[in-house]
């Protein structure tokens, strides 16, 4: 089970790598107002969503603790970063605060699942 659970770590950790890759690749666009969401980031968003949820259910599985706070707090952030993402993803440019909301939140988001203990 823990080989599993190692797994979709690192599925997990794959789908934060996409979301904020793709964030960072558009940096130098959104510096010329033509940023747009990609459709990594969609995925690595998605990405995370699945693989948190099993995550959390291995882990529960397996009488390990979990934080359901910490995990609430991390759902919220990573809904309203698909939410964002989703509803932009076909547009050819997106404002320049709203995309970088969507990597500001994924920084929170990295740094809450690091530093929140």
């Given amino acids: 089970m823990d080989v599993l659970i190692h797994l979709f770590v690192g599925l997990h950790i794959v789908g934060i790598g996409a979301l904020l890759g793709g964030f960072l690749t558009q940096m130098k ?25 099993v995550l959390v259910g291995l882990n529960q599985a397996q009488d390990h603790p979990v934080d359901n706070v910490k995990i609430g707090v991390k759902l919220a952030v990573l809904i309203v970063i698909l939410g964002l993402v989703y509803v932009k993803r076909d547009d050819e440019k997106v404002d320049k605060p709203l995309f970088g909301l969507v990597g500001l939140l994924t920084l929170v988001n990295i740094f809450i699942a690091v530093l929140w203990t």
Avoid: E, K, N, Q
């Fill in 29 to 53: 666009a959104m510096g010329r107002g033509a940023a747009r969401f990609t459709p990594a980031m969609l995925h690595g968003a998605l990405t995370m969503l699945v693989t948190g949820a």
